[in-house]
């Protein structure tokens, strides 16, 4: 098989690192399967000897989706180039460390995650929503805003968003738009205002899912979508899945009301921006939120966990208000959804 044709699977990627010369021998090794998401490959390389956990992933042209979904392969170099600028500033036990790169199959080997690892979004849905590691993605996402936005190299190495463009504004946004006339000018707004915004580097997938927790320490994974632009978008992000869960789970809506507050609050005084900046940056953080409320329903990724109507109609009426009436701040949201009948049971 040529490079140019290999689709990874547990069954050939050992003699594949052999072939490369990252591993000695193929029975070295085992391989399983990964959640690769809709957009890639991932599958987990430990050594029999306990001295490797590696991470390989490759992109896919065509998104595993119901909707036709498609975005540029070469993403995935952009993501291991990513790793390489970050790590002086968010050290190597934050962020996977990049081991091989092939060009001509459109995947790249790291390092994993320390073992004992938990996705953040499997502690959400199991009901336990642990503020500290919710203050601790807020440290973190300040963090890579503080890195980023006065360091040239990033505007320079990034400033292609062109894949952010296909894996976030169209299938979420747009779609969103298309289905929801009667918000469609908010939303065709919201990208607008959004695009301008070329301030800091974007992670465009600062969610729980690539929150791997470990002693409530984050290793933060999946760069493909990352981006010069509006730093919003990254918070706006995460608070949406901290909402949606609390639209999911609504007996227990208040452990991811305060996780989001938590997150929020960490998020601000880290970035301790003056008055004006904290505002504008509040103001698009709240639009993205009622934008991918929407988009997580009806874009072309809705959210797995949520499946029953009158769920996702809940959802869809607290993100059109939030995209009609733009409130100034986050207590405003957090103050509608606890008291308008967006969670009460029965509504």
């Given at each position: 098989m ?30 399983r399967?990964?959640g ?14 306990g ?25 995935i ?5 990513a ?7 968010l ?13 001509a ?5 790291m390092t994993?995650?320390?073992?004992g690892?938990?996705?953040?979004k ?15 993605a ?6 890579m805003?503080a ?5 040239p190299?990033f ?6 968003r ?6 976030r ?18 939303l065709?707004d ?27 320490k984050?290793?933060?994974?999946d ?7 509006d730093?919003?978008?990254?918070s ?15 007996s227990?809506?208040e ?21 004006r ?13 009622g ?14 966990y ?9 959802v ?32």
């Amino acid at each position: 098989m040529s490079n140019e044709e290999l689709v990874i699977t547990p069954g050939n990627l050992p003699d594949y690192l052999a072939a490369q010369g990252l591993i000695e021998r193929a029975e070295d090794v085992t391989v399983r399967e990964l959640g690769g998401g809709v957009s890639n490959l991932v599958l987990l390389v430990e050594s029999l000897d306990g001295a490797r956990r590696w991470v390989v992933k490759q992109s896919l042209g065509k998104l595993r989706v119901k909707d036709d979904w498609r975005s540029d392969r070469g993403r995935i170099f952009r993501e291991a180039e990513a790793l390489e600028c970050l790590k002086p500033s968010l050290g190597a036990y934050a962020i996977a460390q990049v081991i091989h790169v092939d060009r001509a199959s459109y995947l790249y080997v790291m390092t994993a995650a320390p073992a004992g690892s938990v996705p953040w979004k499997e502690q959400l849905l199991g009901r336990r929503a642990d503020l500290a590691v919710a203050r601790e993605a807020g440290a973190f996402l300040a963090q890579m805003i503080a890195a980023s936005r006065h360091d040239p190299q990033f505007r320079e190495k990034f400033g292609d968003r062109s894949v952010f463009d296909q894996l976030r504004i169209d299938p979420y946004y747009r779609t969103a738009a298309a289905r929801h006339p009667d918000v469609a000018a908010a939303l065709q707004d919201l990208i607008a205002d959004s695009w301008k915004i070329q301030t800091a580097l974007v992670h465009g997938d600062y969610s729980p899912k690539n929150m791997l927790v470990r002693r409530e320490k984050i290793f933060l994974i999946d760069f493909e979508v990352i981006h010069w632009g509006d730093p919003a978008f990254d918070s706006g992000f995460l608070l949406n899945h901290l909402f949606l869960k609390a639209f999911h789970q609504r007996s227990v809506a208040e452990i991811f009301i305060e996780a989001a507050r938590e997150f929020w609050k960490t998020l601000l005084n880290a970035l301790m921006f003056e008055q004006r900046a904290a505002g504008d940056f509040e103001r698009m953080t709240v639009r993205h939120l009622g934008g991918l409320m929407l988009a997580r329903i009806d874009g072309k990724s809705p959210v797995e966990y949520i499946q029953d109507q009158e769920t996702k109609e809940r959802v869809r009426r607290a993100a059109k208000r939030i995209l009609l009436e733009r409130p100034e701040r986050l207590e405003e949201v957090v103050t509608m959804v606890r008291h308008a009948p967006f969670l009460q049971q029965g509504m």
